[in-house]
């Protein structure tokens, strides 16, 4: 089996700051996805990569930037972070084959003062 | 434009009973998925079952299936015998292939929550 890691677990950050986001798997998979969850919300992409060096806009990437420098790892940057953001940041990845699934990891739990 | 539309943003069953949560979605692919995810409390997310878009029959898996009405562009999870543990916010997402990619994005619905009563 495999782990999907995703640090901080909790950030929390001042209005106007640059914040990192990182996730690293061991699963070998191709395909990385990161996921923005407000609450009582679904999830909206953000941006995904389907394997090393390449990045794919999702439905929300104004405000992120994203860096695929290794498979096994997929970083998200709030290039500003807005005054009383709060939100969960989910990653997830998938071996990118047919009939394969989402692993998520735990998230990261945003809270901007 | 919403892809993925569940209706219902809350539900309640009592123990025992079969609960049934419906999504439909919009999509011009000959191909794609649709899965449905569980978020715990916890906000871990657990994958429930799936249902290809070339496959007629309905996906079973344990106490959960789906009523998949490919025409419509709805597909209904069913929970047989619902016990407490399955709480939690049920997630109906849609996958498209792109490029190389055979999961492609993922659009996800709102999510429903449901409360099954001891």
């Known amino acids: 089996g495999g782990i999907i890691t995703q640090t901080p677990k909790f950030l929390i950050g001042q209005e106007g700051q640059k914040l990192t986001l990182k996730c690293q798997q061991n699963f070998n998979h191709d395909t990385m996805y990161w996921y923005r969850q407000d609450s009582g919300k679904g999830l909206r992409l953000i941006y995904y990569s389907i394997t090393e060096n390449d990045l794919q806009k999702g439905d929300l990437s104004e405000g992120y930037d994203a860096s695929r420098e290794k498979k096994s790892s997929f970083s998200l940057t709030v290039t ?5 953001e709060m939100a969960v940041f989910l990653c997830a990845s998938t071996p990118g084959t047919a009939n394969e699934r989402l692993f998520f990891g735990h998230g990261t739990k945003l809270s901007v003062l | 434009a919403q892809r993925v539309t569940q209706v219902q943003p809350t539900g309640s069953s009592q123990w025992g009973e079969e609960v049934t949560l ?6 011009s692919e000959y191909f794609y998925r649709i899965f ?3 978020q715990l409390f916890s906000g871990e997310m657990v994958f429930l079952i799936y249902q290809p878009s070339f496959d007629t029959q309905n ?7 789906v009523v998949f009405q490919k025409s419509f562009k709805s597909i209904s999870l069913v929970i047989s015998a619902s016990q407490p543990e399955d709480s939690g916010t049920y997630f109906c997402a849609l996958s498209e292939p792109d490029r190389g ?15 099954v009563i001891p």
Not at chain 2, 59 to 65: C, E, F, K, L, V
Not at chain 2, 101 to 115: E, V
């Open chain 2, 101 to 115: 990619s055979a999961l492609g994005r993922l659009h996800f619905g709102a999510g429903t929550q449901l409360i």
């Open chain 2, 59 to 65: 996906q079973r898996s344990g106490r959960y299936s």
């Open chain 2, 22 to 27: 419906d999504c439909s979605y919009e999509t």
């Open chain 1, 80 to 84: 500003s972070a807005q005054k009383n």
């Open chain 2, 36 to 38: 449905w995810y569980r």
